[in-house]
């Protein structure tokens, strides 16, 4: 077996491994795709946070994501909202519950583990986040990423912006994840 496959299989085994011990420590009985789906809206920006860009985050098919909402929305997880700026687009938010629920994951066995590594969790991350890109890049998807790191963040005397979608950001928008984020540089989120 060459390193490479040995690898690969490490990462397959580790996210067998957090699906279980989060399915422990669900309540509610929700699937991990459910969780899944609760955790990347507690952590998108209001330009991510419609159904196309959940799919494309987590990999899954619109039916699938389209049946995932559903269950989360009659659980009073998730409650569907119209945009503002284009009528014909849904946004999604958590409610209250659904934001609780969120915080409960990742599994508490899973950061004790990665607290083990301790300085070098940020190496680990590092090279994580480069096999993540090639990924994606390879099957042409999108990188999603924190705006505070995008190519497209404008600091301005006004305040900071999106220089691409050409909307004011806040202070707390700079660690949202979202769908259009270009790394500023190499390496970057």
């Known amino acids: 077996m060459t390193t490479d496959h040995r690898a690969l299989e ?26 899944q789906v609760l955790a990347y809206l507690s952590r998108c920006n209001r330009f991510s946070d419609h159904p196309v860009a959940v ?4 990999g899954l098919t619109k039916g699938t994501v389209s049946q995932s909402l559903k269950l989360l929305e009659a659980r009073g997880l998730v409650a569907r909202r119209p945009d503002p700026s284009d009528g014909r687009r849904v946004r999604l938010l958590l409610t209250a519950s659904g934001l609780r629920a ?52 404008v600091r301005a005397p006004s305040g900071l912006s999106c220089g691409l979608l050409d909307e ?22």
């Open 55 to 58: 799919s494309e985050y987590l």
């Open 10 to 35: 490490l990462i397959e085994r580790l996210g067998n491994l957090l699906r279980e011990e989060g399915r422990q420590g669900m309540s509610g009985a929700l699937a991990p795709v459910h969780w």
């Open 168 to 189: 004011p950001l806040t202070d707390h928008d700079l660690d949202r994840i979202c769908r259009e984020q270009e790394p500023s540089h190499p390496g970057a989120e």
């Open 102 to 153: 969120a915080r409960a994951f990742p599994p508490a066995g899973a950061k004790a583990a990665l607290a083990g590594l301790g300085a070098r969790t940020q190496e680990l991350e590092g090279l994580l986040h480069q096999l993540l890109q090639s990924l994606v890049r390879a099957r042409g998807g999108r990188l999603f990423g924190a705006c505070g790191a995008c190519r497209h963040l």
